[in-house]
């Protein structure tokens, strides 16, 4: 009985109904066994029929033990494939080490790049690297950078590589406090400048292009810079880029809200009359022209924004800066008065900082030479600028708010000043005992490195880089202004 049940399953499982063509074409094994089966049926009588149809159960019998052995194969071999894709494997990352506390990273073959701290825990760096190159062709072509996107989330004792950026430099790094939130704008003279935008902490990353038609592009001169669009984000979605037209004398503005997925193109205006730059004609740059528009353009909101300009062989001592209320279509000029005694060449503004729509601050300093400068304050939005601020001693500074500075003295100590600075703290440095090396009150390796220096998120928490003297970079972190400073780890990709 359970025999004749289980043949009665077998031949209801295998029978495809009165509507399939023939049974043959469930398998080869079924087609070759009623082939055979058949042409005897038909020759022999009822007798010979009876045994012919025991015959046929035992040989679908048989075609039912092997179908279902092909199945069990089958599904032995999609568990085995299905296991062997998704079951945890090693992920051949960068080759990289997280240092110790206060060791140099990137000091051999490697490249310490564009870093920020969102949080005290949060912070990010981009580390990177030319690639080998051994052939006389390789040589003499274009140099290959790598780039990778480091990330931690435990105020730099451990860190994990998040993107690998290929080719691509990086003007910005924006995150939100989280580190959930983040945006990574590719340098503008790429020759296809991208953005890397992510919404999970940097567990998957979505690849953007610039808008259409502002990729940079070679000026009259291979020795000059290419022609680039400006960049700048206010955030992780708001930004802004600024691309000159192939005729040079005009420039594009495109806005995005979300992070570059959609650009609009808000409007054009003439480089010549807004911004007083002949770029058609050209501006010196080594032995011939280009027709790159020097300076920054930075963003206070979606209407309010300046062009600070660059000329390093201006002759003028003034200030200057350009204001736009109406997104980037009309800029008005504003200089800021430097005092004749100042400076020995031409001015510049440094930095520009803004705390609000009204207060704002900005650092200027010589075109040439490592001065400080001076710090002008402005309470109507840039319209007019105060008396400046001197700073004790010669190094680069940080605007934290409108009340509280810091800086760190070319020569080594800290100073930091909690009333706009008209009261300064001064750490002068010391000798370490029985070592070479200077070394700070405040536990800072002595000095600061020109591009390199320090961040800071409040009058409290910053972090600083330190480059060493043997080659590399180190990071230390303060949780009281700068008074006192702890050595932090940092990846090493070397």
Known sequence: MAEERLRRNLEMALDPGPDFPSHQW???????????????????????????????????????????????????????????????????????????????????????????????KVGWVSEWRQSSCTTVACREGPTQVVAELFVTTDGGNRWRPTLSLGNHSVEQILASPDGANVLVVGAPYDPAPALFRSEDGGRTWLTLPYPAGTASFKSDSSDCPRVAPHAFFLNPAEGWVIAQTHAYASAQIFHTNDGGVHWALTGS???KSQLNVDVVSGLQCKFTITHELP?????????????????????????????????????????????????????????????????????????????????????????????????PVEGPIQLIDATHWVGWPYGGGWMRTSDAGQHWEVVRRVAATGDDSVRSNSGLPCCPHPGRTFQFLNPSFGVAYVQQQGGGVSLYMTSNGGMNWTPVSLPDWG
């Open 269 to 271: 205006f003439d480089i």
């Open 26 to 120: 469930l398998s080869r094994t079924m087609a070759a066994l009623e082939s055979e089966a058949h042409p005897r049926t038909r020759a022999r009588g009822p007798a010979a029929a009876r045994g012919s149809l025991g015959l046929a159960w035992r040989g679908r019998r048989l075609a039912a033990v092997v179908v279902v052995i092909a199945l069990a194969a089958a599904a032995t071999a999609g568990f085995l494939a299905i296991h062997s894709k998704f079951s945890p494997s090693t992920v051949h990352g960068p080759r990289f080490q997280v240092k110790n506390g206060g060791a140099p990273a990137c000091a051999v073959n490697c490249t310490f790049g564009t870093s920020v701290f969102t949080s005290e």
């Open 295 to 391: 300076g920054d353009f930075q963003f206070e909101n979606s209407t309010a924004g300046w062009y600070v300009p660059y000329d390093p062989n201006g002759s003028t001592l003034s200030a200057l800066l350009y204001r736009t209320r109406d997104g980037g279509l009309n800029w008005r000029p504003i200089s800021i008065a430097v005092p004749t005694d100042a400076f020995h060449y031409a001015a510049r503004v440094a930095s520009l900082t803004f705390f609000s729509p009204e207060a704002g601050a900005a650092v200027v300093s010589e075109v040439a030479g490592s001065a400080t400068g001076y710090v002008f304050q402005t309470t109507d939005g840039g319209a007019h600028w105060g008396n400046p601020v001197i700073p």
